[in-house]
């Protein structure tokens, strides 16, 4: 036995055999195959860090996407970071006859007016009348977003756009007063301070509003018509413009509506009628007017003028079929809500 252990230690010990140019390849094999037992565990353990983390980076994305799809549509969450989050993913609230409606639209809206109430008008959004109001608020701003929308889808089958130079004229015109030119700076602390809005929030809300009345312009056929058989009445001499009114027929939902102003300031927020007028003689008729307001078209008469004020009556024709339009499609069940809303008493704006 001792013989067999002595032999062992031998064999165990053995001295290294002498490296020569016939038996380096062999040495170098083993060399390398004795490192190959730690380089292919490392290379096992990095493959498993991969893709552990891609199912982690999965995981975390659904969690995310579901807690997102949760507090938006279950929860309606309307915070702050909800809102920004809906600015950056065009995720819809809504469909109007196959067009999506953008959630950021209707949280806009709605977040605006409820700033107003809680902030201008001193509403406790938490009493019961805040509640009720802010039901109401909900249900104004999803028509509001809802009619923005299918005007979009209107827009593109008409070809209908809202230029640069439309928007830049009516953001002037909305800053005239009665002194003079309000300031850029000072008009957009004035929208920020009553509606929480900033001045890019400001002008994509401007342009729907802008591109919503060019539509409801352009698919008012009714309107069009009356507006052509009036035009030559207004303009003759001596026309009477209650006497227009009262003998001329309704076209379709269009029936032409009489009214005086009184002494109104030049500067008259009026969609345009006092701006128009004051270019006007005492007596004479403008040309047809589309009001800014997008509430139909106007016949003015200019009946007086001083240094600061104007008065004028005119003929209104308004807009019925793009409101029409819409409350159709509402009742036929083409307009699709993602969201459950409180029941309110809401009519639709043009």
């Known amino acids: 036995m001792k013989k067999l252990l002595v032999k062992i230690r031998r064999q165990n010990h053995e001295p290294p055999s002498r490296i020569t140019n016939e038996t380096v390849a062999e040495h170098r094999e083993k060399i390398l195959a004795g490192g190959r037992r730690f380089k292919y565990p490392v290379q096992y353990a990095r493959?498993?860090?991969?893709?552990n983390a891609v199912i982690i980076s999965i995981s975390a994305i659904v969690v995310l996407a579901f807690v997102g799809w949760w507090q938006l549509y279950p929860m309606q969450n309307t915070s702050t970071?909800?809102?920004?989050?809906?600015r950056v993913l065009p995720l819809p609230v809504a469909s109007?006859?196959?067009q999506l409606v953008p959630y950021r639209d209707y949280l806009m809206k709605y977040r605006s007016?409820?700033?107003?109430?809680?902030?201008?008008?001193?509403?406790?959004?938490?009493s019961d009348d805040g509640k009720r109001q802010l039901d109401q608020v909900k249900q104004q701003a999803m028509q509001d977003a809802v009619a923005d929308a299918y005007a979009q889808k209107l827009a593109k089958q008409e070809k209908i756009t809202v230029t640069a130079t439309e928007l830049e004229s009516f953001l002037k015109l909305q800053r005239q007063s009665s002194d003079g030119e309000v300031s850029q700076q000072t008009y957009d602390a004035v929208v920020m301070d009553y509606y929480n809005w900033s001045p890019d929030e400001y002008r994509y809300a401007t342009k729907n509003k802008l591109l919503r009345q060019k539509v409801a312009y352009a698919v008012d056929k009714d309107a069009s018509t009356l507006r052509d058989t009036i035009a030559p009445l207004a303009k003759s001499a001596g026309s009477r413009f209650q006497e227009i009114v009262a003998n001329v027929q309704a076209v379709g939902g269009s029936k032409a509506v009489y009214g005086a102003s009184g002494w109104v300031p030049k500067t008259n927020?009026?969609?345009g009628l006092a701006d128009a007028v004051t270019k006007l003689k005492q007596g004479e008729v403008s040309n047809v007017i589309k009001s800014t307001t997008g509430d139909g078209y106007y016949f003015v008469r200019l009946l007086d003028i001083n240094d600061a004020q104007v008065s004028y009556e005119?003929?209104?024709i308004p807009l019925s079929s793009f409101?029409?339009?819409?409350?159709?499609?509402?009742?036929t069940g083409k307009v699709n809500k993602y969201i459950s809303l409180p029941e309110a008493e809401v009519s639709l704006q043009k």
């Open 96 to 98: 109007v006859d196959g």
């Open 269 to 271: 927020q009026d969609g």
């Open 47 to 51: 493959h498993r860090l991969v893709v």
């Open 323 to 331: 409101k029409k339009d819409l409350e159709t499609i509402n009742k």
């Open 314 to 316: 005119y003929i209104q």
């Open 113 to 126: 007016s409820a700033y107003y109430l809680q902030n201008k008008e001193q509403v406790n959004l938490k």
């Open 81 to 86: 970071f909800m809102y920004r989050v809906s």
